[in-house]
């Protein structure tokens, strides 16, 4: 088991909100692992909670809509610290991004108290050239969480993967083991800087135990590769046999448009393809020296997120 981390005792009320999405359950584990035994998770999936209650033996779960005020918020009356990891990532419809980054947002703080710490995960997308409602509204996100007078570090990572991915790499992974041919946009040459999410919780624990106020921090994964490379990877990992086959842009995003008219809710939009084939690198700063957190390997990383023997398994809902 590991050890808690100094400056947050294993007592500690800790309220992640929501935490039964990627992040939140990979933060679930570590946190579990490290003795903690007050871990309080809220989301609004009903799916993903039932999925957590299952392997997160130890922690406390509640199912919320957070953008509703109610019985919820009692949760956080007393909490010593909190996570926010709540967001819409995806999707088509502009109020859900608005409902779900911000509205959410405002309620959380209000039912806050003032003594509680936050670690609240942004986004990239707030410094990138992306404009889109994602990145819209996660920027008004940060701006509610910055602008409250409360002491919190702000961390802004970059695209994740890692155990129980829906979207993203995993939902790729899946998609690739199910068809003969892989689809890659254009040559598939832009950089990108994956983050391992098991880096990237312990990063967040790490904030926790320094408590230290009003800091802003830039995540970024420390191996800038080529997206094509990186499927590359999975496949290897995954053992897929599907063929890449490299489609002209405005075919790809053609057909996610056609998708998108037959699925309210689609794994994969016109608008992440948009921000997907921006060339873009972001700012790579020393978090392993800020943090003590040593980054794993990217291959390794992917390697771990697709083989292990539990939490490769598990498939969470959208």
């Known amino acids: 088991m590991s050890q808690a981390v100094p400056g947050l005792p294993t007592d500690s009320k800790i309220v992640i909100t929501g935490g039964a999405g990627l992040v939140g359950q990979n933060?679930?584990?570590?946190?579990?692992?490290?003795?903690?035994?007050?871990?309080?998770?809220?989301?609004k999936s009903r799916d993903n909670l039932a999925i957590a209650r299952g392997i997160h033996s130890g922690a406390r779960f509640i199912e919320a809509d957070l953008a509703e005020r109610g019985d919820w918020q009692q949760a956080l009356a007393d909490a010593d610290v909190a996570v926010l990891l709540h967001a819409q990532i995806?999707?088509?419809?502009p109020e859900e991004f608005t409902r779900n980054n911000v509205t959410a947002t405002a309620n959380i703080l209000d039912a806050l108290p003032a003594s509680a710490y936050l670690v609240h995960v942004s986004s990239s997308v707030v410094e990138s050239a992306a404009n889109d409602d994602y990145s819209t509204s996660k920027a008004?996100?940060?701006?509610?969480?910055?602008?409250?007078?409360?002491?919190c570090t702000v961390?802004?990572?970059?695209?994740m993967f890692g155990w129980f991915d829906r979207k993203h790499f995993g939902w790729l992974s899946q998609f690739m083991l199910r068809v003969p041919v892989f689809p890659i946009p254009g040559n598939g040459r832009y950089v990108r800087q994956p983050l391992y999410a098991g880096d990237f919780c312990e990063i967040?624990?790490?904030?926790l135990g320094r408590r230290q106020a009003n800091e802003c921090y830039n995540i970024s994964g420390k191996e800038k590769m080529d997206y094509i490379d990186i499927i590359r990877l999975i496949r290897s990992a995954n053992g897929s046999r599907s063929v890449l086959l490299q489609l002209p842009y405005w075919l790809f995003h053609a057909l996610l448009a056609v998708y998108a008219l037959f699925d309210r809710n689609p794994p994969f939009t016109t608008a992440q393809l948009k921000a997907l084939v921006i060339d873009e690198v972001f700012e790579d700063i020393d978090w392993e020296g800020i943090f003590g957190v040593e980054a794993t390997p990217l291959e390794q990383a992917i390697r771990d997120t697709f083989t292990h023997p539990v939490y490769s398994k598990i498939r969470l809902t959208f």
């Open 27 to 43: 933060l679930t584990v570590r946190l579990l692992q490290r003795g903690y035994t007050n871990v309080h998770v809220l989301d």
């Open 90 to 93: 995806g999707g088509i419809h």
């Open 140 to 151: 008004e996100q940060e701006a509610l969480v910055r602008d409250s007078g409360r002491a």
């Open 155 to 159: 961390l802004r990572p970059t695209l």
């Open 204 to 207: 967040i624990i790490a904030a």
